[in-house]
């Protein structure tokens, strides 16, 4: 059985950018508009002789309790039970915010086999932004730009140490 990566994270923080990255395909839905992904939506990826599934998920919005929003978590909820690995990713240009703590929280009470992602890191001191990301207590973020394709080896690497 492949490893199901599944990219979790709060709406526009390039979920579906990273899917692309790591699937080398175009096939994520990517928008300026947040929470446009409103699907789960799968891809396959390789790294050397190691296979993986990609799993990218729709927002996550532990707040909202009705509509279209509930429905996107619950979505979420489901991929994160089913995967093996959670790629969290955060902003690292907006900082960490209110909403990263409550995903970590409810991600923490269901799974210990999450990954910290800082994404948009490209042209900054890698240092400065992970920093403050440690407070979420899951470990050394991983530092990458989705867009410009940094660390994604890396990345990868560490999201298939146990397989
Ligand atoms: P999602 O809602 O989490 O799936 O986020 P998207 O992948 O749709 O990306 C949201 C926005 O962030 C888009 O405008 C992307 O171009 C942008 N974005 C994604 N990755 C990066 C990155 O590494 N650096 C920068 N500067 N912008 C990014
Ligand atoms: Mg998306």
Same mark, same amino acid.
């Given at each position: 059985?492949?490893?199901?990566?599944?990219?979790?994270?709060?709406?526009?923080?390039?979920?579906?950018?990273?899917?692309?990255?790591?699937?080398?395909?175009?096939?994520?839905?990517?928008?300026?508009?947040?929470?446009?992904?409103?699907?789960?939506?799968?891809?396959?990826?390789? !790294?050397?002789?190691?296979?993986?599934?990609?799993?990218?998920? #729709?927002?996550? &919005? %532990?707040?909202?309790? =009705?509509? +279209?929003?509930?429905?996107?978590?619950?979505?979420?909820?489901?991929?994160?039970?089913?995967?093996?690995?959670?790629?969290?990713?955060?902003?690292?240009?907006?900082?960490?915010?209110?909403?990263?703590?409550?995903?970590?929280?409810?991600?923490?009470?269901?799974?210990?086999?999450?990954?910290?992602?800082?994404?948009?890191?490209?042209?900054?001191? !890698?240092?400065?932004?992970?920093?403050?990301?440690?407070?979420? #207590?899951?470990? &050394? %973020?991983?530092?990458? =730009?989705? +867009?410009?394709?940094?660390?994604?080896?890396?990345?990868?690497?560490?999201?298939?140490?146990?397989?």
């Amino acid at each position: 059985m492949k490893p199901a990566l599944v990219l979790v994270g709060r709406p526009n923080v390039g979920k579906s950018t990273l899917f692309n990255r790591l699937t080398r395909s175009r096939d994520a839905l990517v928008a300026d508009i947040p929470g446009l992904t409103r699907d789960r939506h799968y891809g396959h990826g390789k !790294l050397g002789d190691k296979p993986y599934l990609v799993v990218d998920t #729709g927002g996550f &919005e %532990p707040v909202v309790k =009705s509509g +279209i929003l509930h429905a996107m978590a619950k979505q979420t909820l489901l991929a994160v039970d089913e995967g093996d690995v959670i790629l969290f990713v955060v902003d690292g240009r907006q900082g960490l915010s209110p909403q990263d703590k409550i995903v970590a929280e409810q991600l923490r009470k269901r799974t210990d086999k999450i990954l910290l992602v800082v994404n948009k890191t490209e042209g900054m001191r !890698l240092s400065i932004m992970t920093a403050e990301f440690h407070e979420l #207590g899951l470990g &050394e %973020p991983c530092a990458v =730009s989705a +867009i410009h394709g940094d660390n994604i080896g890396e990345l990868i690497d560490l999201a298939l140490t146990d397989f």
